[in-house]
């Protein structure tokens, strides 16, 4: 997945679609562990960025019943971004990823000034404008 989503923030995807199409047709039945976080968002977003429906059941373990983010999750800026990404390609009716982007927009301002340089440069730029909105 790590390697996909590379690839595709590179530009150079469009050279490996046939691969990258058979793997994210075994990635749709693939079950991460609940506590992976930044697995499931970017299994998530890779998965909708290609048109694939992928409940958003998992997200419930992300916010906890006051809809506030998991402690572990707001430790862990990797997979805060990778919330972030996915929660943009949410549809209207999906009520836990509206609020999840709006807890991860106000998580990763935040502590965008207290990360160190290339993950801070990498939020910043999510933070103006979402992965999947970006020129391909």
């Not at 968002?41 to 059941?57: A, G």
């Not at 997200?59 to 990404?85: H, M, P, V, W």
């Not at 836990?96 to 965008?112: D, W």
Request: glycine share 2%.
């Amino acid at each position: 997945m790590k390697l996909i989503d590379a690839l595709q923030r590179l530009g150079v995807s469009y050279h490996f679609k046939e691969e990258i199409d058979n793997s994210l047709e075994s990635l749709v039945s693939v079950k991460f562990a609940n506590d992976d976080f930044h697995a499931i968002s970017l299994q998530f977003r890779l998965l909708r960025q290609q048109r694939c429906y992928m409940p958003c059941d998992a997200f419930k373990e992300f916010i906890d019943k006051q809809g506030n983010l998991n402690g572990t999750l707001c430790s862990d800026t990797r997979a805060l971004l990778a919330l972030y990404e996915a929660a943009h390609l949410g549809t209207p009716n999906e009520e836990i990823l509206r609020e999840a982007q709006v807890e991860t927009t106000n998580q990763l301002k935040r502590i965008v000034d207290c990360i160190e340089k290339p993950l801070s440069n990498k939020v910043r730029h999510a933070l103006e404008t979402p992965s999947f909105r970006r020129m391909k």
